[in-house]
């Protein structure tokens, strides 16, 4: 989420043939390369190359479901619009409930057979609910239960990806990386969301979880055959308030320093909104517009491209205005084109959802790939874990409640009313940005916890 000379940490165990000759290796792990020879990190990193493919192919699947869940909920469980808000509050509840000691573990353990497991799990619970609906057992409460299993998987994976990520690139890498991960998400959340709807219409919706089965399958290859190992965490005796100690570590890492602070309250504040209309977005196009299963994907589909666009332009945009400018310009000048999707109606009208969604799309993206760069170089690589989980806490924490908010008010005022009520709140949530530190200054900073670390830790 920086152009020059690339760097990229090399597997342990190096075979001959990934040896070059103009590599120069360096004792902390990392090689210097011409870029001119070697090209980008998809070409020149394999282990990097892995974990981009096996999280494409895991964002794929889970815009996959994004989109056929609801549906299965909306035409063959002919759920509510309040049910198909708890279903998505549900994906995201883990967040809020088991978000916190996750982050601990994380930085107790290996990171790599951590996302092994999370992955082979959420591949069992998708394949469970075609069977369920061929023995006639499917079920709201089915839906439910495999939506907060599977909630908690991605805790598990989201936590360490993100602290195992570090761990295999270099600091000048990690920028780069950054925004690749980022846009070939938002690329594989807009094939997704299409390919949902069209899967839906072809084969019907519950046989779309069979397709993000197979992507957790393929995510799983991925990361098996990643050749860098972690070394084994230093295992030492722990008082029994161990747990809580380190969960208070990063806590007072996100709540004092002024800098995450300020970025992690935005993020809650925004998924509280962007949540509350995207609950029922699926139910608002189809009942609302009138339009049908297979254009949802489509428009969903097209309006997600504009986090490709975002990612893409994310470090061009930071280097020529600078970091902290640049995320004013995404976060709050992008977002006051949510209030477009209200104004959302058949026909042509639906170009109004596709341009505010796309310009919605680009901001998210484009800031999450600078906030994420950001971390990774600010944050001492021992706490990355427990801090990616803390502000994950308060972030993702407010999702579900989104998620409750947009069904709640999609019952009690109308689902169009509840749009303009909640994309109201995407570019409000911009305004935390403009009274924080990011306001006053052209980059955010790049040294760890630059003035901050006695405050935020303790002694």
């Known amino acids: 989420m920086n152009q020059g000379t690339d760097n990229g940490l090399r597997e342990n165990r190096r075979s001959d043939e990934d040896t070059r000759p103009d590599d120069e290796l360096h004792s ?33 699947g889970a815009s996959v479901t994004g989109v056929t869940m609801p549906l299965v909920a909306v035409t063959t469980l002919h759920a509510t619009t309040f049910q198909v808000g708890v279903l998505t509050a549900a994906t995201w509840l883990p967040w809020l409930i088991i978000g916190l000691p996750v982050g601990v573990w994380v930085d ?58 570090p761990s295999i690139l270099a600091p000048a890498d990690q920028p780069e990386g950054n925004a ?8 594989a959340q807009i094939a997704g969301l299409g390919s949902g709807g069209l899967i839906a ?25 990643i050749r860098h190992r972690e070394p084994r965490p230093v295992r030492t005796e722990r008082p029994p308030r161990a747990l809580l100690k380190e969960v208070g570590e990063g806590l007072r890492l996100a709540t004092r320093d002024p ?34 299963s297979g254009t949802v994907g489509a428009l969903i589909a097209a309006a997600g491209s504009g986090g490709v666009a ?12 600078g970091t902290a400018r640049a995320t004013l310009l995404f976060e709050l000048g992008f977002a006051v084109f949510a209030l477009l999707i209200p104004l959302t109606v058949g026909g042509a009208g639906v170009l109004l959802y596709v341009a505010g969604g796309f310009c919605v799309s680009a901001g998210v993206v484009a800031g999450n790939v600078i906030k994420a760069g950001f971390q990774q170089s ?10 990616t989980a803390s502000t994950s806490f308060i972030n993702f924490g ?62």
Not at 34 to 60: S, V
Not at 275 to 290: A, N
Not at 310 to 321: I, K, N, P
């Open 28 to 60: 902390d792990g990392t090689t210097r390369s011409d870029d001119g020879i070697r090209g980008g990190l998809l070409r020149r990193h394999r282990d990097f190359r892995l974990l981009w493919c096996g999280e494409t192919a895991g964002k794929f």
């Open 108 to 165: 107790r353990m290996r990171r790599r057979p951590i996302m092994l497991i999370a992955a082979a799990v959420s591949l069992l619970l998708y394949l469970s609910i075609p069977v369920a609906a061929w023995s006639g057992a499917l079920s709201i409460g089915l839906l439910l239960a495999v939506a907060l299993l599977t909630g908690t998987a991605v805790v598990f994976f989201q936590t360490a990806y993100t602290a195992y990520l």
């Open 180 to 187: 690749k991960l980022h846009g070939s998400a938002s690329a």
């Open 201 to 225: 219409q072809l084969a019907g919706a519950v046989n779309g979880m069979f397709a993000n089965a197979a992507t957790f399958l393929v995510s799983l290859l991925c990361l098996s055959g």
């Open 259 to 292: 800098w995450i602070r300020s970025l992690t309250l935005f993020g809650a504040t925004s998924n509280l909104a962007l949540m509350g209309f995207q609950s029922i977005l699926v139910v608002f196009l189809v009942r609302e517009v009138g339009v049908g």
């Open 310 to 321: 975002g990612a893409f332009a994310a470090r061009r945009v930071a280097a020529r205005v």
């Open 378 to 387: 600010y944050c001492p690589p021992e706490l990355l874990g427990r801090l």
């Open 398 to 459: 407010t999702i579900p409640l989104g998620a409750l908010l947009g069904g709640t008010l999609g019952t009690v005022l109308g689902l169009r009313a509840a749009m303009w009520i909640t994309t109201a709140g995407v570019p409000l949530a911009g305004l935390i940005l403009v009274f924080s530190p990011v306001r006053s200054t052209r980059d955010l900073p790049t040294s760890p916890l630059s003035g901050t670390r006695s405050a935020a830790l303790p002694h």
